[in-house]
C-alpha cells in the first residue's frame, strides 16, 4: 500500500468554453468563427490524505469540487499538476485505478434502470472482475447490513431515493474498495435516510479502514463524519484542517438567553455585568441576551445575574453553529484573513436562534 491515499500538487483544470456573440449577426458569426475562452475551475490546489481518514471537501455551487473529484476519479484529465491516487495516476492507469475505488455521485446513477438491482450488481461483478465466491460473501454482508433483501428484485426505477441510495452504496463497495469517494451522497434524502447512510459510512471506515473523500452542502455530514475539512472558494483552497480547529477559530463567542420572571431594564442587566465585556439585547421587557466573547468566562458571567435579586425562569446557551461560520468564510472568501481579524474585532457572529437581535 502507497503511504498516502490520495496526493495532490499543483492540480489545475482549465475548461474551454465558447463565447457566444448577442443577436442573430451575432448568432451567425459564432457559426463561421467560433471564439473560445478559458475558464479555470481548479486553481493550482495541493493536499494530500492519508489511509483511513474521512475528508469532507466542501465549498459554495461551482468552487470546483465536483472537477476534482472527477479528475481524482479518472474521469477528467488534468490540465497540469501532480495527481496521484493510491499510487495511481487516476486518468493514465484505468483499469488497475478502478479496482480500488468507489464512487458515488448522489445526482447519477451507476446502477441500470430498467433492470433489477441483482442484475446491474451481477454486471459490476464483471466490469470488476470480481470472483464469485467473494461477490456473495460481501454482497451478503452489505445486503443485511442496510436491509436491501426486498429491494434486490425491482427494477431500479421503481426505487425510492433513499432506497436507490442505499444500492449506490453497495454498487460502489462490491469490489471491496480503499477508497471512497462521495459527490453528494445525502443530497434530497430524509434525516432518517442521511443518520443511515452517516452510520453506515463511519462502520465502514472503522472496520475495513475505508478512505473516504465526502462533498456535501450538508454540514451535518460533515459533522457527523469527518475530523478534517478541506473548503474550496472558487477554484482555490481556503482552509485545509480541523473541523473543531475551524469552529474555535471561527466562533468568535457565545450567546446567553435569559428569560425573567418579571419585567427587567437594560440598564439593570449591564449594571449586573459591568467591567466583564459582555453586550445586551433585549428581546421584550422579560427576555434578554448577552452576548460573550471567548476572553469572557460563561460562569463568571453566569454568576453575576444569578447571583442578583433578578427572577430567572429560563436559561439556554448559544454556541455559534458550523453552518454560520462556514456561510461567513464563504461571503469573505478566506478563512485565513478572517481568522486574523476575528479576534481582534470580536464582532458577534449569528447563532442557532435567528430572534436574536444582537448588534
Ligand atoms: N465541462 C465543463 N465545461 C466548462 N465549464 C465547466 C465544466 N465543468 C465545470 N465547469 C465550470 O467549472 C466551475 C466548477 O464547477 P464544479 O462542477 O466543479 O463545481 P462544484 O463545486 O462541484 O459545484 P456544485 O456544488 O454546484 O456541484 C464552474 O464554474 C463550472 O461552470
Not at 463561421?32 to 483511513?52: C, L
Not at 451478503?140 to 427494477?155: A, I, S
Amino acid at each position: 500500500m502507497t503511504q498516502l491515499a490520495i496526493d495532490v500538487r499543483d492540480l489545475r483544470k482549465q475548461f474551454k468554453v465558447q463565447n457566444n456573440r448577442t443577436g442573430l449577426g451575432g448568432a451567425i458569426r459564432d457559426l463561421f468563427k467560433r471564439e473560445y475562452r478559458e475558464v479555470a475551475a481548479v486553481k493550482d490546489i495541493t493536499f494530500q490524505i492519508p489511509h483511513g481518514e474521512i475528508c469532507g471537501y466542501i465549498g459554495e455551487n461551482g468552487a470546483g469540487k465536483s472537477t476534482t473529484i472527477k479528475m481524482l476519479t479518472g474521469i477528467l484529465v488534468p490540465t497540469s499538476g501532480m495527481l496521484r491516487v493510491n499510487g495511481y495516476v487516476p486518468h493514465k492507469e484505468r483499469e488497475k485505478f478502478v479496482k480500488e475505488i468507489g464512487v458515488v455521485f448522489g445526482q447519477r446513477s451507476q446502477l441500470w434502470w430498467d433492470i433489477g438491482v441483482i442484475e446491474s450488481f451481477q454486471l459490476l461483478r464483471k466490469v470488476y472482475r470480481v470472483p464469485e465466491a467473494d461477490f456473495r460473501k460481501r454482497l451478503d454482508e452489505l445486503v443485511e447490513r442496510l436491509q436491501l433483501g426486498e429491494l434486490l428484485n425491482r427494477p431500479v426505477r421503481k426505487l425510492s431515493l433513499g432506497q436507490r441510495m442505499r444500492c449506490e452504496l453497495v454498487a460502489s463497495l462490491l469490489h471491496n474498495p480503499s477508497i471512497l469517494f462521495l459527490d453528494e451522497p445525502t443530497i434530497g434524502l430524509d434525516i432518517i435516510v442521511k443518520t443511515e447512510i452517516r452510520e453506515f459510512l463511519k462502520e465502514m471506515n472503522r472496520e475495513h479502514g475505508t478512505t473516504i473523500l465526502l462533498t456535501t452542502h450538508d454540514l451535518q455530514d460533515i459533522e457527523a463524519l469527518c475530523s478534517r475539512v478541506i473548503m474550496l472558494d472558487d477554484g482555490r483552497i481556503i482552509y485545509d484542517g480541523g473541523l473543531e480547529e475551524l469552529k474555535t477559530r471561527w466562533s468568535k463567542g457565545r450567546e446567553i438567553k435569559f428569560q425573567f420572571g418579571s419585567a427587567i431594564s437594560l440598564d439593570r442587566l449591564r449594571d449586573m455585568t459591568e467591567g466583564l465585556g459582555v453586550t445586551w439585547t433585549m428581546d421584550n421587557d422579560v427576555e434578554a441576551g448577552m452576548w460573550l466573547p471567548h476572553a469572557v468566562n460563561v460562569s463568571d458571567a453566569l454568576a453575576r445575574v444569578v447571583g442578583s435579586s433578578a427572577d430567572i425562569r429560563d436559561i439556554k446557551i448559544n454556541e455559534t453553529n458550523t453552518d454560520e461560520i462556514v456561510r461567513e468564510i464563504y461571503q469573505s472568501g478566506s478563512a485565513e484573513t478572517k481568522a486574523a481579524t476575528a479576534a481582534a474585532l470580536e464582532a458577534p457572529a449569528d447563532t442557532e436562534e435567528k430572534e436574536s437581535t444582537r448588534p
